[in-house]
């Protein structure tokens, strides 16, 4: 989706500040997430960062997402061109990501479902920081 000229000011504001705190949200939980990656535990302050990151992401996701539905015409006839894609795919991902983490916060699951959910996150958290970063740079024309 190429910038458009018909898209009001404040919502391409909207939209720069939004792209922003994904980033920002995103490459704080990859890097605090890679000591859990290499094998070591996530605890601590590293675990706190990563928390703190994860209300980036859980506030600026679904901003994100209406603000894609805003941009692209709202509900006219949209081609959904590869950049679109990957941007709805990241947006999926993305919910994912949060829902598996959101449901080892419930008494629904035993210990061993919640860390097959916890791995769940680790994988789809890193999947949607490559889809969203791939759909940045394909907006750039990268």
Same mark, same amino acid.
């Given at each position: 989706?190429?910038?458009n ?14 792209l922003l705190?994904?980033?920002a949200?995103?490459? !704080?939980s990859?890097?605090?997430?890679l ?33 894609? !539905? ?6 006219g006839?949209?081609?959904l061109d590869r950049g679109?894609s ?13 829902a ?13 479902e919640q860390?097959?959910?916890i791995?769940?996150h ?5 999947? /949607?920081?490559?889809?969203f /970063?791939l759909? !940045?740079?394909?907006r750039?024309?990268?």
């Amino acid at each position: 989706m190429t910038s458009n000229a018909n898209t009001p000011r404040p919502i391409s504001l909207l939209w720069t500040l939004t792209l922003l705190v994904v980033m920002a949200g995103t490459v !704080v939980s990859m890097l605090t997430s890679l000591a859990w990656w290499m094998g070591h535990g996530m605890h601590g302050n590293r675990l706190l960062l990563h928390m703190m990151a994860s209300g980036l992401l859980v506030v600026g996701l679904p901003a994100y997402a209406i603000l894609l !539905v805003l941009r692209s015409g709202c509900c006219g006839t949209a081609t959904l061109d590869r950049g679109a894609s990957l941007r709805w795919a990241a947006v999926l991902l993305g919910t994912l990501m949060i829902a598996t983490m959101f449901l080892c916060m419930l008494p629904l699951l035993a210990t061993p479902e919640q860390a097959f959910m916890i791995q769940m996150h680790g994988w789809l958290g890193w999947s /949607f920081a490559v889809t969203f /970063f791939l759909s !940045v740079l394909r907006r750039k024309g990268v």
